[in-house]
């Protein structure tokens, strides 16, 4: 056998030869040859490994190795016989991954799983079917345990997966549908085509990771922006909110383009409607806008936000000059962009909690209702009686807060979700409808006129809306030109991220900078929406030059629009915009802002320090469970990997490595050779 595998690569390694000799007239570099035989996935496109204290969730292999296995394609009913990584069509993702979950067999069988993302299913949902399964139940303010919000959902996000997933482009997954056919016809020989996988974590428990050093929290920073500027007058404030992430299982990959960027659009289009409604001291309310990061991860920007920004004298620990007891009326736009899909024109529900002891939100309902009948934009009604009450939302942490807030949710849908993408990579721009996104905006911005008791009634350009929509759009929701689009190049520098896109998954936080801009300290997503907000609450005219390292403005007003890679000032506004740390409350920040001279990082709070610090007495008095304390694992540089290629037998192999022997001792006999020859006719020259 071994001599037949010799004789038959005999011929390869002669034309190879030839070809670096030079007597090929199309001679074959070392580079192409590899690329011909081996196909990499260039990017992550893979699912990896978060931590809590309720266990871990996502995908992760072997430790230290690569997973490698012949390619078998999965379309419902084959068995799996051997070791063997399985080619599954996107329609069948969940059920595969659900199977591999509650068949212990094919664990032990099944070394990788690769999803061929090149069929579009008419539905695909990771999460569960009540989204934030998995998180504490004080959370909900009613029972969840049965009620379906999310039809589609396969609840397979926060499972623990301990094999590598990949989700294959186009290219890789026509090699890889190639590769199954030819094994399967070939009977899976011992000369397959195999799939060679690393996604290796080293993080392997929350909170202990910390200690150890192989991860890092989940965090970024929300976004407070508040019209008119705050000053020492206290008023009541109308408050409408947003989330700015999502979530799924291939984190890298989720747009979440519906749900929940759809409502983050909605909330900057109508800020910018309000800009040109001048306040007044007359008006009886202030209106802020929330854009919360982290929401996905136990509702995480939320709380944060509570311990920072709600407790006033008793729990505060920073100087952003706002008190959320003064919030009286609550908005949350919701997932809006299909509300016009199926509909003469778009149709939005109003979610209001039922049970408990809160009050009715009558006056914010009613204004919604107003608003929408005075065009012909959007249709406006209240969601059904069946609903347990208001979807998984930040309106759920507010009221366990303060049940006397006015709470709504605007949303799509009545009793169920309608986006059958929800946190997954499908969610993207194919999704939505500006239509729908743009009569949210102007639905929300003629309500929180008409609720902030400002004068007249809000004269909008549903044109000019539409068009801000639509660039917004481009701008956060599409990867070409994602960040690099026009609107925001013209207001900030964007610093490149890992593939070239907007960050949609929260991410982990590796300093804190409640005040900073510094793009090492936040997101770009996050200093886009700052600058935004930021230039549509300021009132007056700019006043002098700033930058974030040395030309400040006073403590009254906000630096906006600088350009350092282009050495470019920022102007002074008088504007009331903050980022808002978000992060989990029980992790502690120890010099950990960027120019901290002694750098530690993030670190978890003892129990003296909780005690100490007053948070554990601020989670008791909500009556919260334990935070999740979501991490996400450390891993090497060569982490996600996935290649492509065709394994020979062991016998072909070894051939393989004896003719490379042989190759390398006759290229050291002819180089000693030719020397010595060189060497005599120098001497007899």
Not at 15 to 29: E, K, N, R, T
Not at 223 to 251: C, Q, W, Y
Not at 474 to 497: E, F, G
């Amino acid at each position: 056998m071994f001599w037949r595998s010799l004789a038959r690569l005999a011929p390869i390694y002669a034309a190879l030869i030839v070809s670096v000799q030079g007597f090929d007239a199309a001679p074959l570099s070392v580079k192409h040859v590899e690329n011909e035989m081996i196909k990499v996935l260039h990017g992550s496109n893979a699912c990896w490994r978060l931590l809590s204290i309720n266990g871990s969730a996502g995908c992760a292999g072997p430790d230290l190795d690569v997973a490698r296995a012949p390619i078998q394609h999965w379309t419902g009913d084959e068995e799996i016989d051997g070791d063997r990584t399985m080619l599954v069509p996107a329609k069948l993702a969940a059920q595969f991954l659900n199977l591999y979950l509650s068949d212990s067999g094919i664990k032990n069988r099944v070394h990788g799983i690769l999803i061929d993302a090149r069929d579009h299913p008419e539905g695909l949902s990771f999460a569960a079917k009540f989204p934030g399964k998995g998180f504490p139940s004080e959370t909900f303010p009613y029972d969840h345990s049965t009620y379906e919000w999310n039809p589609a959902g396969s609840d397979i996000r926060l499972q623990e997966l301990d094999v590598p997933v990949f989700i294959l482009d186009d290219e890789l997954a026509d090699v890889a549908e190639k590769s199954a056919t030819e094994n399967a016809r070939k009977g899976f020989s011992k000369r397959a085509n195999v799939a060679e996988m690393r996604v290796s974590m080293e993080g392997k428990s929350s909170p202990g990771c910390l200690e150890t050093g192989t991860c890092d929290p989940l965090g970024g920073h929300s976004i407070l922006a508040v019209s008119p500027p705050l000053t020492n007058e206290r008023k009541p404030v109308v408050m409408i909110a947003s989330h700015i992430d999502t979530a799924g299982l291939f984190l890298d990959q989720v747009v979440g383009a519906d749900s929940a960027l759809s409502g983050l659009i909605a909330m900057l289009v109508a800020a910018d409607l309000l800009k040109g409604a001048e306040s007044s001291e007359s008006d009886t309310h202030r209106i802020a806008f929330n854009a919360l990061a982290g929401e996905p991860w136990g509702y995480m920007g939320s709380k944060r936000m509570m311990w920072e920004l709600g407790e006033g004298k008793e729990f505060s620990n920073n100087t952003v000059p706002f008190n959320l007891d003064d919030v009286e009326k609550f908005i949350e736009i919701g997932a809006v962009g299909l509300a016009g899909r199926g509909n003469d024109q778009p149709k939005m529900y109003l979610h209001q909690q039922k049970v408990g002891s809160f009050i009715d939100s009558n006056e914010t309902t009613d204004a919604l209702k107003a608003s929408a009948a005075e065009d012909d934009l959007v249709s406006v009604e209240d969601a059904a009686a069946t609903t347990p009450g208001i979807p998984p939302s930040s309106l759920m942490m507010f009221l366990s807060r303060n049940s006397s807030l006015e709470g709504v949710v605007l949303a799509e849908y009545n009793e169920k979700f309608i986006n059958p993408y929800f946190e997954s990579y499908l969610d993207d721009e194919r999704n939505i409808d500006i239509d729908s996104i743009t009569a949210a905006a102007v639905l929300v911005a003629k309500s929180a006129h008409s609720l902030a008791g400002r004068s007249g009634t809000l004269e909008v350009d549903v044109q000019g809306a539409k068009e801000l929509t639509s660039d917004l759009v481009d701008c956060l929701v599409k990867a070409d030109p994602s960040l690099n689009c026009k609107l925001a190049t013209d207001m900030m520098t964007v610093t490149q991220s890992s593939y070239g896109l907007v960050e949609h998954y929260v991410g982990v936080i590796k300093y804190q900078g409640r005040h900073s801009q510094d793009h090492l300290i936040v997101k770009n997503i996050e200093r886009f929406v700052f600058t935004f907000l930021g230039e549509r609450v300021a009132v007056g005219q700019s006043d002098g030059d700033c930058n974030e390292r040395e030309k400040t403005c006073d403590d009254s007003q906000v630096c906006l629009g600088e350009k350092f890679d282009a050495g470019e000032d920022g102007k002074c506004w008088d504007a009331s915009v903050y980022f808002v740390p978000s992060y989990p409350l029980s992790v502690l920040c120890t010099n950990c802002t960027l120019d901290s001279p002694e750098y530690i990082g993030f670190t978890m709070m003892t129990g003296q320090q909780l005690t100490e610090s007053n948070i554990s007495t601020f989670v008791q008095k909500y009556g919260w469970a334990p935070e999740p304390l979501w991490m996400e694992s450390r891993w090497e540089a060569s982490t996600p990997h996935l290649r492509l290629y065709h394994r020979e037998s062991k016998s072909t192999e070894t051939a393989i490595m004896v003719i490379g022997i042989l190759m390398l001792v006759f290229t050291a006999l002819a180089a000693g050779v030719s020397k010595v020859v060189f060497e005599k006719r120098v001497k007899q020259s």
